[in-house]
């Protein structure tokens, strides 16, 4: 048992010590324990949350659902902009763009955007908060947690160890998504009577789906290529954006195909 934690914290040590040190000092991103803590405590909620809330009435956050999703439009409509403006100043190839570890103003601006985003997902992990005080169980879908769960891990590891080179294109997509889709709920959080407006709810799935898609590719294309972005990081992108098409895909056909065929 002892030999057993002497190799978990020396894991650890290497995870620590061989990051981005320019990103080492920010908020979470030394070591992989607050995030494993905020993982917990995540999946601890999702298994609490509904219990606690069986015998009470679902809670009105119709102003809170209002002003959080308009709030994360402009932190990604924020993110976007960083994304964009400094990979074009930084002339980025599209196809293979190593991370400048250096700490010129572009490079660390590049990485601070990284880190944004990174935080973004955790404070995404509200969605499912508020799904549990509203008692929309039928929300909490292995494809919500599962996808809010990893992406916090997913991109600490990007932070910490690559934060800049091939990951701009990540952050400038999906992004973009993103201010459209809480433009979606913002909207929809005004009540039923915004349903009209929002008949185009499945092209937003659509979207998602396109975005894991391009992901694919451009991380496959590097795969194959010599470029100088670790392959690891790679390969993970691509794993992950294959379980992502899968359930998305999966949700759009039981969402609007299935439900079409029923009709």
């Known amino acids: 048992m002892a030999s057993l934690w002497q190799n978990v914290l020396a894991v650890h040590q290497w995870i620590v010590e061989n990051g981005d040190k320019r990103t080492d000092p920010w908020l979470l991103v030394y070591s992989p324990v607050p995030v494993a803590l905020i993982f917990l405590v995540y999946l601890g909620g999702i298994w609490a949350g509904p219990r606690l809330m069986k015998h009470r009435e679902p809670v009105d956050l119709k102003l809170v659902l209002i002003w959080y999703n308009f709030s994360m439009v402009l932190l990604s409509a924020y993110m976007f902009h960083e994304f964009l403006v400094t990979s074009w100043l930084s002339d980025y190839s599209l ?18 955007v990284c880190w944004w985003f990174f935080f973004s997902k955790v404070i995404e992990l509200s969605d499912t908060l508020f799904f549990i005080l509203r008692k929309k169980n039928n929300q909490l879908t292995f494809l919500h947690v599962y996808h809010h769960g990893t992406m916090i891990f997913n991109w600490w590891a990007g932070v910490k160890y690559v934060a800049g080179g091939q990951s701009f294109f990540i952050g400038l997509v999906n992004t973009f998504v993103h201010i459209v889709m809480y433009s979606y709920y913002g909207l929809a959080a005004f009540g039923p009577h915004m349903q009209k407006y929002l008949w185009w709810k499945r092209y937003l799935t659509s979207l998602q789906l396109l975005q894991f898609f391009l992901f694919l590719l451009h991380t496959g294309y590097n795969l194959f290529t010599d470029c100088n972005f670790p392959d690891s990081m790679n390969a993970v992108v691509f794993a992950y954006c294959v379980t992502l098409i899968v359930l998305f895909t999966n949700f759009y056909f039981q969402s609007y195909l299935n439900r079409k065929k029923q009709k």
Not at 95 to 112: E, F, G, K, N, T
């Open 95 to 112: 196809l293979c763009q190593p991370v400048d570890y250096s700490s010129r103003p572009l490079a660390m601006r590049m990485a601070r």
